[in-house]
């Protein structure tokens, strides 16, 4: 009786010992959204209309436009409009400091752009600036578990089609002139919701009707220095449940909770071809064949 006792409990010591050195302390993961950021000096969605108006030529452009993880430095941004100014590629904006920077890391995200003494130029206005801004610059932050936040500044004076202009964050701004058009500006446009920002340093609605090179009309929008940002989702803590401790059974038939071969629970492990119990289970066969071994020699010895 003491050697059977003996093979069960070594087959119960293997069997609870799998599990719990499983067990242990709640460990820290990152999820697969990693956070979002992007950057841009300018960006136009304009619409040009050559003098007949038979055709319309969008200029829709991105300049030193970056995502993360990125960063970009250009001081002369061009582009090129066919049917305009024979086809030539004219300077959209030309800036002392033009930057960009997109970063993202494990718990944030963050996009950011700075203009310096720029000018921007649309197609008809080959001498006047659409605008000129003495320093603008956008941030948009985005932390795990805190709330996003987005900056815009514009420092200096501003100058639209050749006029100075002061602008308010109580509104729109507009500005016409005769025989040249109409711009309506916003000023450090700012959005943040649970997990984004973006921020624009300047937004303009442009209305322009040169008669020049050929272009009649100019429609659509312009925005400068813009950034933004989404969080990275916050690490999800797995706590693992701790493992109560196991001993040796001195049950009186301890061998009856045992399956027997080809009961539904073997159906089950064959179906799924294995489970996170079948290492276990099969160092548990091995103590039992061990022990069993071990019996029958000190049976041997003792009948000898």
Do not use: W
């Not at 990152?30 to 300018?42: E, I, K």
């Not at 003098?51 to 969008?58: A, E, G, I, M, Q």
């Not at 995200?109 to 649309?122: I, Q, W």
């Amino acid at each position: 009786m003491s050697a059977r006792r003996f093979a069960v409990t070594a087959a119960a010591t293997v069997l609870a010992a799998g599990p719990a050195a499983l067990a242990g302390a709640g460990s820290a993961h990152a999820t697969d959204d990693h956070g979002r950021a992007s950057a841009v000096v300018l960006r136009t969605g304009l619409d040009v209309s050559l003098l007949d108006k038979t055709v319309n030529v969008p200029l829709t452009v991105s300049l030193n436009e970056v995502r993360a993880p990125r960063s970009a430095e250009k001081t002369a941004l061009t582009a090129q409009l066919d049917g305009v100014d024979h086809g030539r590629p004219f300077s959209v904006l030309r800036a002392d400091v033009a930057t960009t920077e997109a970063t993202v890391s494990a718990g944030k995200a963050e996009g950011s752009t700075r203009l310096a003494h720029a000018a921007v130029h649309v197609p008809g206005l080959p001498l006047l600036s659409l605008i000129e801004v003495q320093d603008v610059t956008s941030k948009a932050t985005c932390e795990a578990g805190k709330k996003p936040v987005a900056t815009a500044n514009l420092l200096g004076s501003v100058k639209v089609l050749g006029k100075k202009v002061t602008l308010t964050t109580g509104g729109p701004t507009n500005v016409k002139v005769p025989g040249v058009g109409e711009v309506r500006l916003d000023l450090s446009k700012t959005e943040t919701t649970s997990r984004t920002a973006a921020a624009s340093a300047l937004e303009l609605k442009v209305s322009i009707n040169p008669l020049k090179l050929n272009v009649a009309e100019v429609e659509g929008t312009l925005t400068l220095a813009k950034a933004t940002c989404e969080s990275p989702a916050a690490p999800v803590a797995q706590e693992a449940a701790p493992a109560s401790p196991a001993g040796p059974s001195e049950a009186s038939d301890p061998v009856a909770e045992a399956t027997p071969q080809g009961a539904p629970a073997s159906e089950g492990l064959a179906e799924t071809g294995g489970s996170s119990m079948t290492p276990y289970l099969a160092g548990g066969a091995v103590a039992l064949l061990a022990a069993g071994g071990g019996a029958v020699v000190l049976s041997r010895r003792r009948r000898g």
